[in-house]
């Protein structure tokens, strides 16, 4: 029997949050049944790594149609010089079905379509309350979008799915829960270790360590942990903040400046960015996620994945994957007296932390291992190919796709003409630097 071959198309060739549930996915697929192959838009890690599990890759140019807003108008190149070469790429390697890893990219989609390929839209972003990005369409349009040119709409969360409901066909909606790899984690806690974390700190041996870890952006809810730190200051007993992510040098210095403004010099320890994560969460006493919004986070499983009871805002899929009393703590968004009051339960109850630590870890085998994520998809990919297609004529299907582009390009070339309006000379200052960081981020990837 033939293997199914599945065409990945990645938004991005770095190593994020989507880029590493892709990784994990194809390395994990089952080969014996399945063929993966992965197109991304630059060289890049997520490439090197996806190359040395022998799985074969295409370098094809792809721009964001949802775009960070300080990148509105990155590059501008039409729509159809992107999507012929995914169009010859499907030709050439006939793929059973084309996987499109996050919302932010459409060329896959559209070439599927082309095609007549069967497409599945894996979305990994709460696009309405997302700080940075936005979409030139109405929302609506793009989720009518998304449900025509796809078989299947996967979100990593029903927090994701709600916002989808209503405008995406309801047999096409499906949730496949995000998965790692806990036993890589294990083998990387058993590593041998020289002075313990709290050594490293130069904080006392028993000290109560609440960990956070997130990139250095607002919607990480920095602000609202800190705020939580200093009412903590009130108990007779010290809890050392610990806030693990990198970010750029302004947000660096605005985090430094709120911690000395707040008194919290001596409680909040920041380390900017780690590689031994894992290890960092398995010597901390809980984890806190204070997020705002955060379609699926994985640094939530990570602990979880090391027995460490979890505090999550409401901001997405946390409160899926925490059993709220069970195996951590549920706080609503921007609730810094909330957030303090849970940080004090477990800060005081060496009990309950074992308690939900433990149970955390149960749920996280259970449900959120790498194993459990990739039969899922699995178990999705068969059901889509054993459904019964209807594919449109091909002239239908070419004219269906000339529309969308052609609403898409008039949208584009109205922001430029706004943005120029605006201010002509930070239109074009800002043309130059994205250019000047599009041939940086390509200089460094090569060297990768």
Known sequence: MSRIKILYVSHSSRVGGAEVCLLTLVKHLDKNLFEPVVVLPTPGPLRQKIAALGIRTYISPLEWWIRASAEFNYQGSPVQQRVQPLVEIIRREKPDLV????????????????????????????????????????????????????????????????????????????????????????????????????????????????ITVGSLVPEKGHDVLLEAAALSKQWGEQVYFILVGGGNPWAVRALRQKIKNLGLTDSVLYLGFRRDVTWLLESSSFFVLPSYTDAFPLAVLEAMAEGTPVIATDSGGAGEMIVDGESGFIVPIGNAEMLCDKIGELAHDTRKRMDMGAAAFKRFKEKFTAEVYVTNFQSLYREILNAPQQPLAAEMRQEKVNAWIKVYEELYAKSEAEAIQRSPLSWRVGKVLRWGKGLARKWMYERE
């Open 99 to 210: 996987h499109s890893n996050t919302s932010v990219i459409w060329e896959g989609a559209l070439a599927a379509y082309l095609t007549g390929v069967p497409h599945v839209w894996h979305i990994h972003e709460i696009i309405e309350v997302h700080p940075v990005l936005r979409s030139l369409f109405p929302l609506p349009t793009v989720y009518h979008v998304m449900d025509e040119l796809s078989e299947r709409v996967v979100t990593v969360s029903k927090a994701v799915q709600a916002r989808l409901v209503g405008a995406v066909t309801p047999q096409k909606l499906s949730v496949v829960y995000n998965g790692i790899e806990w036993e890589a984690l294990a083998l990387t806690q058993q590593a041998e270790r020289g002075p313990t974390l709290r050594d490293e700190l130069r904080v006392p041996a028993d000290a109560i360590l609440a």
